[in-house]
């Protein structure tokens, strides 16, 4: 066909572009959705909490220098018997912390699902760090914000000390929990306060993410062909309805895996959509690639990279893009 050879070379070179800047796209994208909401409202980015709120259960992962899997005990968990703190492996029941506001509003008190509030002792020289069946001085903590998503954790009944913050050994091997000079955290909102939640959809959907485009809102989740929901709008009697899945076509061999994690869509124009995902390799590590749609109809989604982004090759994989 003539000039096909032209426009082959043109088509490819457009989606090396787009390859090259679909995340500084989804960079500028997230930067004027911050913009738009001031920062003392209480709101979430796609890494946590721009404010806690109380009545809220977090997630608590220690910001170690060593990254997952290879430094893989940093979630603050509670005992069985409910009465000692340390690292784990992962995050479930054991690892949730509900916050309760008090007047001040930056300290909180953290309680376990048992009941049980997290606790220190005021007395300088004592770092141990358990908990209490009630709240008091010596079970309050002011959160603040370091920056990069990241939270310091003060114990208030602890002002006259240096050991004052939530914290963890720089060792992995060493799963305590303890109060130091200093000790930053990762909040992961986790379950949401009992009076202000309710069910979007009736199966199961892991790293949902949402997306309004043609009046209506549409989600996708981690697994599969990755499912696609649609309903009008969120509210207590509304619920997402599976509309079918995004992807379609011949899934490219990066993408043939299965174990496809944690999907977003960029909408580009009225026509263009691009979802990024990982899926495990042959190596066994996750990396990040897109598939292109036309139409963002149910199957449309099967224009696919020819590879997975360059997003530094990182030891432990790439997930949550």
């Known amino acids: 066909i003539p000039g096909s050879t032209h426009f082959a070379r043109a088509m490819s070179g457009a989606w090396d572009s787009l390859r090259a800047s679909l995340v500084f796209l989804t960079a500028l994208k997230l930067a004027a959705a911050l913009r738009e909401k001031p920062a003392e409202e209480a709101s979430f980015s796609p890494y946590g909490p721009t404010r806690p709120l109380s009545g809220w259960s977090y997630y608590l992962e220690s910001a170690r220098e060593d990254v997952w899997p290879s430094c893989n005990f940093r ?25 309760e506001a008090l007047d001040s509003s930056d300290a909180f008190y953290l309680k376990t699902d048992c009941g049980r509030y997290l606790s220190y002792s005021s007395t300088c020289s004592v770092s141990t760090v358990d908990t209490f069946p009630a709240g008091g001085i010596n079970q309050e903590f002011r959160l603040k914000a370091l920056g990069s998503f990241q ?47 309710h069910f979007t959809n009736t199966p199961s959907c892991a790293d949902p993410f949402i997306w309004r485009t043609a009046g209506k809102l549409h989600m996708t989740c981690t697994g599969g062909q990755l499912p696609l929901y649609e309903a009008p709008h969120i509210a207590p009697n509304v619920s997402f309805q599976q509309i079918g899945s995004m992807l379609g076509g011949e899934a490219a061999p990066w993408a043939s895996n299965g174990a496809r994690w944690a999907p977003e869509n960029l909408e580009v124009d009225d026509k263009l959509n691009v979802v990024v995902f990982s899926d495990q390799q042959d190596d066994g590590k996750q990396r990040v690639g897109w598939v292109a749609s036309s139409g963002g109809t149910p199957g449309s989604w099967s224009r696919y990279s020819s590879g997975t982004l360059d997003l530094g090759n990182r030891p432990g994989g790439e997930i949550d893009p």
Request: glycine fraction near 6%; charge should be negative; charged fraction near 20%.
């Open 75 to 99: 979630f603050l968990s509670r005992s069985p018997d409910c009465t000692t703190v340390d690292l784990f492996q992962a995050a479930g029941e054991n690892q949730a912390f509900r916050l």
């Open 151 to 197: 939270w310091s954790l003060e114990a208030v009944g602890r002002a006259s000390c240096d050991t004052k913050f939530l914290s963890f050994p720089s060792d992995c091997n060493n799963h305590a929990v303890q109060l130091d000079v200093q000790g930053s955290w990762l909040l992961h909102p986790a379950i949401g306060d009992p009076d202000q939640r």
